[in-house]
C-alpha cells in the first residue's frame, strides 16, 4: 500500500521561509513522479508544483514560480518544497500527491494522497 506523509508545516511571517518533506513508503519511489497540491479555505485545491521521476524536471503554478522549489532525494524516498518569500495568500493545507509517472497540475489524476500539513503565513 502506498502512504506518504507530508511534515514540515507551521507558522511563519511574510517574508520567511519554510520546507516541506514529503516521505513516501508502499511504492517504488524512485520511478514515480510526485506533486504538491495546497487547498486554502472556501478555495478548491490548487496545483503548487511537480516534479518527474528523476528530480531532471519540474513544473511550477504561475503564483509560486520563482519562490519555490520542488526537489527529492530517492535514496530516502523524499520529496521537499522549499518555500521562500511566503505571503500570506500561501496559507493553506499543503498535500503530496502521486499517480506514477503523470506529473501534471489536474488533481483528479493523482490517485495516492499524504493527510497534509498545515502552512500559515501571517502578515
Known amino acids: 500500500q502506498v502512504h506518504l506523509v507530508e511534515s514540515g508545516g507551521g507558522l511563519v511571517q511574510a517574508g520567511g521561509s519554510l520546507r516541506l518533506s514529503c516521505a513516501a513508503s508502499?511504492?517504488?519511489?524512485?520511478?514515480?513522479?510526485m506533486a504538491w497540491f495546497r487547498q486554502a479555505p472556501k478555495k478548491e485545491r490548487e496545483f503548487v508544483g511537480s516534479?518527474?521521476?528523476?528530480?531532471?524536471?519540474?513544473d511550477y503554478a504561475y503564483s509560486v514560480k520563482g519562490r519555490f522549489t520542488i526537489y527529492r532525494e530517492n535514496v530516502k524516498n523524499s520529496v521537499y518544497l522549499q518555500m521562500s518569500s511566503l505571503k500570506p495568500e500561501d496559507t493553506a493545507v499543503y498535500y503530496c500527491?502521486?499517480?506514477?509517472?503523470?506529473?501534471?497540475?489536474?488533481?483528479?489524476?493523482?490517485?495516492?494522497w499524504g493527510q497534509g500539513t498545515q502552512v500559515t503565513v501571517s502578515s
Open positions: 508502499g511504492l517504488s519511489f524512485r520511478r514515480y513522479a
Open positions: 500527491a502521486t499517480e506514477g509517472s503523470y506529473y501534471g497540475s489536474s488533481s483528479a489524476k493523482y490517485t495516492y
Open positions: 516534479i518527474n521521476w528523476s528530480g531532471a524536471s519540474t
